[in-house]
């Protein structure tokens, strides 16, 4: 059964996720100064790992690197919206908006939360729906659990691929764990004393 | 102060039934302990030596007396009968069992309080100076600032789980009680020269294992950008502060590491997109929740009482109590009142909840039916009549609430340290007590005058030792616990930043080491001179020669630390 929910109901995954390889040793980069690490911070995959990547056919979702360095290979379909992008959690959405003419000819991007408590996702979404305007699926994937669902929603994700050994059906319910927020955010631009008369 | 309406209400309302809902799962089995940690800890609780415990927010610091009585119920009913009151104006509860802590929190959404985000890698709770709104020298009272920084940051879902906590101080006098300077953002309201409400903004300062003073990255920001303007400051941390190192996760190692030039800029970028928009505050905004702190119904009166004026003249102990335990206030005659909570033998910060009823009694009946806690551990009735000071000593006397000792060697600012903490290398509790017991000669402490001693169980830095004048911190060495001692350090205006004498000391040790230093004070000091001032005079060099003896031995072993 899938543990996909989007815009509030779970649904059917018309989605192939294509991730990189399995290689035999991840390195996590110690980075020795935060100004590397805010561009680099983990191994970035390197031109021969892209390369590998195997792209099925179908609706499918590849990582940024394979959607910049392969775009010409990809262009008919993406012309035909087959291909969305995921991100991980270092990389920057500038990276992907200035790879492509409009991001709305994007169907879907993805954005990878590696670990529950990595709240990166949550400026990148805030960014892709605010500055970059972009309308269509916006996805979160990977360490993806319910009590961060209502603040993911808040942040302009409208689908969720809740972690497969979770229930997505109890995940739902956490979408309206709150009713009223104080402050403005993608869902709701304007803080609560915007929306109404307060005493 | 401060009162709820329908929409604060049903926040902390559905954060309890969320919460319990989160607390039923973990113990079904449904939630592991990594994922219920992040859970738990962004509600306060943390799983200890001995059981849970539970950080309650007592928003910048106020308190009604209806609060207190529910806090002090509480501790009866949940914990043993105390609790204890941290160097960021909340509460704790060392004792409360996990099953029980919804109906805990219930019963603080009853009387409009919670534990959200009392802990875990997000927004803290927002402290400012405890004489807010009272201070002579206040140029803008900043509570009602601080409230709606409050409600901005309470589950504000870009920054729910930062790289590291976040800390916030707001100031609004001209002299910082706040120590907005070690604060990841601190706020310090003033009036530029056309009398307009702005904001000198400092960001990345921060206790902790790095210390740093934070730097100014705005020197008069208008006051209705401070929300998108602290967005924007946030944005970039959460974006490219660290994460693969805890150590060095806090927003202080990022400015540091791109210098406050650099980081400005970024922060002015992002600024640039929410400058003016929807979460810009309006003068109606600021004006709606100053309306909750506006002035109390002050009797007009003149700034002297005679028969006040007999018994400080005729009561020795009152007459102590006076000079140290109250504060000018900016209505004339009334005082501050400072209940320390630093009795010789009580762990500092300590109170039971039989002193929480007394409190919440002399709020009610000599102060307005409020009361502040202060970030050094001690509970303040802000508005007490000169008249009516007597009777308070009296009383606060009678509970153990009235030890003259506000500034002194023995207002030691102390973490719960080994005795209760998970994080502590070493017991921070007994080595006050031992202090406070070698010097419990009060004429002595006077003569001292203002020495600010603090204690930090680890280098987590809790108990402020950094910027202590005396700051004593408990490491590890092999297994058994050692205490470096630190000397220099300072709060305020002039924030400085300790530096250590030497290797460190057992703990049977550490008083007389603490005399010795104090003993070189006494002998050098000329006139008047503050303990800090004599210690910026000379230096370190003439206290570790009488620590360590020889400056050359003193060398040597300095090499061994």
């Known amino acids: 059964m899938s543990n996909l929910i989007k815009n509030g109901a779970i649904v059917a995954d018309t989605w192939t996720l294509v991730p990189y390889p399995a290689i035999d040793e991840t390195v996590q980069k110690q980075a ?24 099925p056919a179908g609706q499918v979702i590849v990582p940024l690197t394979v959607f910049r360095a392969r775009k010409d290979e990809l262009a008919p379909r993406i012309a035909a919206g087959e291909i969305g992008v995921w991100l991980e959690s270092f990389e920057l959405v500038e990276d992907l908006v200035a790879s492509i003419d409009d991001i709305n000819t994007l169907p879907l991007i993805a954005y990878d939360f590696p670990k529950f408590v990595d709240g990166r996702g949550f400026s990148a979404a805030t960014l892709l729906r605010t500055r970059y305007g972009y309308k269509n699926e916006l996805r979160a994937i990977g360490d993806v659990l319910r009590d961060k669902l209502y603040f ?10 809740i972690r497969a050994d979770r229930s997505a059906e109890d995940a739902l319910a956490s979408l309206r764990d709150f009713s009223e927020p104080y402050q403005g955010a993608v869902d709701e631009p304007l803080p609560v004393w915007r929306r109404h008369a307060r005493a | 102060m401060y009162r709820y309406d329908q929409y604060d209400q049903r926040i902390v309302d559905e954060r309890v039934a969320q919460y319990r809902d989160q607390t039923r799962r973990y113990l079904a089995g449904e939630l592991s302990d990594d994922e219920f ?15 849970p415990m539970l950080r309650v927010a007592i928003p910048y610091g106020l308190l009604a007396s209806r609060q207190l009585r529910k806090l002090a119920e509480i501790a009866r009913k949940f914990d043993r009968g105390y609790a204890h009151f941290s160097t960021r104006q909340n509460i704790q509860y060392n004792w409360p069992r996990l099953e029980d802590t919804p109906d805990i929190l219930a019963e603080l959404a009853s009387v409009e309080m919670h534990a959200i985000q009392t802990s875990g890698n997000c927004i803290r709770n927002i402290t400012t100076d405890q004489f807010a709104g009272v201070a002579p020298d206040e140029v803008v009272d900043p509570r009602a600032l601080a409230e709606i920084l409050r409600q901005w940051s309470t589950f504000h879902p870009e920054f729910a789980a930062l790289p590291r906590k976040f800390k916030i101080a707001v100031n609004g006098a001209q002299s910082d009680r706040a120590v907005v300077r070690v604060h990841d953002i601190g706020l310090e309201f003033l009036r530029n020269e056309a009398g307009e409400l702005v904001v000198k903004v400092w960001v990345g300062g921060g206790l902790g294992r790095t210390p740093i003073i934070g730097q100014v990255i705005h020197d008069a920001l208008p006051w209705q950008h401070v929300i998108t303007y602290c967005e924007a400051i946030l944005r970039v941390y959460n974006r490219y502060g660290r994460r693969d190192n805890a150590y060095k996760a806090r927003i202080k190692i990022l400015v540091k590491a791109l210098g406050i030039e650099a980081f400005k800029h970024q922060v002015e970028e992002e600024w640039a997109f929410s400058k003016d928009g929807p979460g810009t505050l309006t003068q109606a905004e600021l004006d709606r929740v100053s309306a909750y702190f506006v002035p109390h119904a002050y009797d007009k009166l003149a700034d002297c009482d005679p028969d006040f004026n007999e018994k400080a003249a005729t009561h020795p102990a009152f007459a102590a109590w006076l000079k140290r335990c109250t504060h000018p206030h900016k209505v004339p005659g009334y005082r501050a009142v400072t ?15 039989d002193q929480m009823d007394i409190v919440a009694n002399l709020a009610d009946q000599y102060s307005f039916g409020e ?19 007597f009777d308070l000593w009296q009383t606060a006397r009678a509970a153990g609430l009235a030890t003259p000792n506000i500034g002194l060697l023995t207002d030691i600012i102390c973490c719960p340290g080994g ?5 502590a290398n070493a017991k921070s509790i007994p080595i006050a007590q031992a202090i406070q017991e070698r010097f419990d000669n009060l004429d002595f402490l006077f003569d001292l005058g203002d020495i600010e001693l603090n204690i930090s169980g680890c280098m987590n830095s809790c108990g402020h030792h950094h910027v202590g004048h005396i700051g004593i911190l408990g ?3 092999d297994g058994s616990e050692w205490y470096q001692i630190s000397l220099g350090g300072s709060q305020g205006n002039e924030t400085t930043l300790a530096s250590v004498i030497g290797r460190a000391f057992a703990a049977a040790d550490v008083p007389d080491v603490i005399s010795k230093i104090i003993d070189v004070y006494v002998e050098q000091r000329e006139g008047d001179e503050p303990f800090i001032d004599v210690v910026r005079r000379l230096g370190l060099d003439p206290f570790k020669a009488r620590v360590y003896g020889a400056p050359a031995t003193a060398k040597k072993e300095l090499a061994n630390v």
Not at chain 1, 152 to 161: H, L, N, S, V
Not at chain 2, 374 to 389: G, M, R, T
């Open chain 2, 37 to 51: 940690r992040p859970l738990r800890l962004q509600n306060g609780l943390y799983i200890q030596r001995q059981a």
């Open chain 1, 32 to 55: 020795g100064k935060v100004v590397q690490f805010k561009v680099t911070g983990t191994e970035a995959a390197s031109p021969e790992l892209i390369a590998q990547v195997q792209i």
């Open chain 2, 419 to 423: 005795d209760f903490c998970s994080l």
């Open chain 2, 475 to 477: 490491v590890d060495k």
């Open chain 2, 339 to 353: 209940l320390s909570l630093k009795k010789t033998g009580i762990a500092p910060g300590d109170a039971t909840a």
């Open chain 2, 371 to 389: 009361l502040r806690v202060s970030h050094e551990q001690n509970l303040i009735l802000a508005d007490v009549k000169l008249s009516a000071l």
């Open chain 1, 152 to 161: 993911m929603k808040r942040c302009g994700f409208d689908a969720y691929q």
